[in-house]
């Protein structure tokens, strides 16, 4: 069975640019999540979908960041425009039922200059 | 409020030995599950076990093992005999019972297995 897939890996921009991730969860789950993984901290969520409907957006900073996942299946995170303190990795994960067993992707590490 | 605290940022045993890890935990509800993920250098976080609060049986499984203690808020989670492999940082999270994917983790704790 594949797992969570990410896209880019790495990504390095300039502050006041744009970025966007992409994800492609394990085929046949509805629930998807975005985290925010900074340096040195544990992750945070930023935005549950279930299905293609948003569960719970109430820790995305919707002024720069936004996220949508047509089709209920794989997701993108953008950010714009992107500031220094958003340099972290963006984990997306997936679960068959809203259990709290994630199937996470390795990340895309983001780095703002 | 809830809360995830791991106090160990850093520990670093010899390969063999024994090495618990700590949690301690904050939340108001009487219903909630916690759970314990390991994120290799690779990156991506391993989901290990999940427990709710209901159920305070230790748990073993193989080298691992985890002691629950509501009394104490703490959901500790031991390696036996470990190894270079077990090499990682480790969380602890925490969910309310109807917000399963919403976790609230710790700042992880890293573990270096030295040969």
């Known amino acids: 069975e594949a797992g969570v897939a990410q896209s880019p890996r790495y990504k390095i921009i300039e502050k006041r640019q744009s970025v966007a991730f992409w994800c492609n969860p394990i085929s046949g789950h509805a629930t998807l999540y975005w985290y925010q993984q900074i340096l040195g901290q544990g992750p945070k969520l930023l935005i549950q979908f279930q299905n293609n409907g948003v569960v719970d957006d109430s820790q995305l900073p919707k002024d720069r960041f936004s996220a949508e996942r047509l089709k209920g299946v794989d997701s993108t995170l953008k950010i714009q425009p992107a500031k220094l303190e958003d340099s972290a990795v963006y984990l997306c994960?997936?679960?068959?039922?809203?259990?709290?067993?994630?199937?996470f992707g390795e990340g895309s590490r983001l780095t703002v200059l | 409020a809830q809360k995830v605290t791991q106090a160990q940022t850093e520990i670093s045993v010899v390969e063999k030995e024994d090495v618990t890890l700590d949690c301690v935990y904050e939340?108001?509800?009487?219903?909630?599950?916690l759970f314990w993920y390991k994120q290799p250098p690779s990156g991506e976080l391993v989901f290990l076990i999940r427990r709710n609060s209901f159920d305070e049986q230790n748990e073993i499984s193989g080298r691992y093992s985890w002691n629950f203690q509501k009394s104490t808020s703490s959901f500790n989670f031991t390696i036996t005999a470990s190894q270079v492999v077990d090499s990682a940082v480790y969380f602890c999270?925490?969910?309310?019972?109807?917000?399963?994917?919403?976790?609230?983790f710790g700042q992880g704790t890293e573990l270096s297995v030295k040969p």
């Open positions: 999270a925490l969910t309310r019972y109807n917000q399963g994917g919403k976790l609230i």
């Open positions: 939340t108001r509800d009487t219903t909630y599950y």
């Open positions: 994960a997936s679960s068959h039922r809203d259990s709290g067993e994630l199937f």
